[in-house]
């Protein structure tokens, strides 16, 4: 093959068709579909072996054969009531497990066939109408300025980096397991099983990606699944949105978060607790409560305000996120990926055999292993502004017309104690 043909746009969304559908074929014929048919997985041979034995005294019409089919009726009543208890037990102390039983015992989960209302408050009920007030939805929560207006003009000289199949290898490993699939349909363990043959090809298709900074649809693309916030949900707003990313995508994605780390990483301020490595929820907690124990012990009162940012991932203004990567040094082969991946994002909705598309033109991309880490380092800037204002002006908190300190910051993601 020509390198230079390789690297074509319409060659890498070709190839990765050609892939797709062969794993998918391969998949379909090769591996068998999983019987969902309940059985009785907590009858044990003892039990088994009882009825067989009950059986022979079915049809005796001696008393004496009726009274031991009696017996042994009640003790299989027994042991089966003791070894279901003990087969729930078991099953429910496994974390995996515990839903599972949920949907074995009380049924799949079915669509809710109920409407939903429009923006004026009127209900539909068509599924066409719904898909497509979804879709207005999602634009109007996701409305912000396009890319394609603020796209640099600046044609910058950077040396090409290309990915290495160590990294690859590095980041499909560290996918997680039994994650639903995105777009494409492909489960993450058929790209972990595949044959080194198909891993080659899909390796080469990210590397070509990365090269050229093109990419096929699929990994721009996210299916939006909708869970009621609360029973007899009827208004969008009442529902929590989820994406399903492809899993291929979210390999380029790891390769791309394993060379921006660091430098992310190196912008953010040591009051940030969140999406950080040997930090979280109780580092922060031990912080504020240490704080608090010095200034009792010195005799000090200590107000603190809890601030949470209303639909903080939502709202990342495109413009600015952009210019913060830039500014934390992030090279511009990586920026150019993630320009492709949000310029042209798109949410899928699905509702039923309708199907809607709707632009998205603000926030960090749900479900994405990037997102966490531009979110810190977007967020790092308000924080920033914020700290500026309130030191350069020495700003500080009074009470009765007492000083009782400067302001300090304490960050978990969006959460902020003041």
């Given at each position: 093959m020509n390198i230079e043909d390789s690297l074509e746009p319409q060659n890498i969304e070709k190839r990765w068709q050609s892939l797709k559908q062969t794993i998918t074929k391969t998949a379909a014929k090769t591996l068998r579909h999983k019987n969902n048919t309940a059985r009785k997985d907590r009858i044990t041979t003892k039990i088994v072996n009882l009825i067989e034995e009950r059986r022979k005294y079915k049809n005796l019409n001696s008393t004496e054969g009726q009274k031991i089919y009696r017996a042994l009726r009640n003790l299989i009543i027994r042991k089966s009531k003791e070894a279901k208890e003990k087969y729930l037990e078991e099953n429910c102390r496994r974390r995996e497990g515990a839903y599972k039983m949920v949907k074995k015992f009380f049924g799949q989960y079915k669509p809710r066939s109920e409407g939903i209302e429009d923006n004026n408050g009127k209900m539909l009920w068509e599924q066409k109408d719904i898909a497509k007030r979804w879709k207005e939805y999602l634009e109007i929560l996701y409305e912000g300025?396009?890319?394609k207006e603020i796209e640099s003009n600046e044609e910058e000289e950077y040396e090409k980096d290309p990915v290495m199949r160590e990294e690859f290898d590095k980041?499909?490993?560290?996918?997680?397991?039994?994650?639903?699939?995105?777009?494409?349909?492909?489960?993450?363990?058929?790209?972990?099983?595949?044959?080194e043959e198909v891993k080659n090809r899909l390796f080469q298709i990210i590397r070509d990606i990365y090269a050229t900074g093109e990419m096929p649809e699929d990994y721009i693309k996210s299916i939006i699944i909708p869970i009621p916030k609360k029973a007899a949900a009827k208004k969008c707003e009442e529902f929590r949105t989820i994406s399903l990313l492809s899993h291929a995508s979210k390999i380029l994605a790891k390769i791309i978060f394993q060379r921006i780390e660091s430098k992310i990483e190196q912008s953010l301020t040591e009051d940030q607790f969140g999406f950080r490595k040997n930090r979280g929820m109780r580092e922060a907690i031990l912080a504020l409560r240490i704080i608090i124990q010095k200034r009792i012990r010195k005799n000090k009162q200590t107000f603190i305000a809890f601030v949470d940012i209303e639909k903080a991932f939502d709202n990342v203004n495109w413009k600015l996120m952009f210019n913060m990567m830039t500014r934390v040094g992030i090279?511009?082969?990586?920026?150019?990926?993630?320009?492709?991946?949000?310029?042209d994002e798109l949410a899928v909705i699905k509702i039923q055999d309708n199907v809607e598309e709707a632009k998205i033109n603000k926030g960090v991309r749900q479900g994405c292993t990037l997102s966490p880490i531009i979110f810190n380092a977007y967020i790092q800037k308000a924080i920033e502004k914020i700290k500026e204002d309130t030191y350069s002006n020495q700003l500080t908190l009074t009470y009765n017309q007492l000083i009782y300190g400067q302001i300090q910051l304490l960050q978990f993601i969006r959460l902020v104690a003041i």
């Open positions: 300025e396009t890319l980041a499909l490993k560290n996918l997680k397991n039994k994650k639903a699939a995105g777009i494409d349909g492909i489960q993450v363990e058929l790209w972990k099983e595949a044959g090279k511009h082969a990586d920026r150019k990926l993630l320009y492709k991946l949000y310029k």
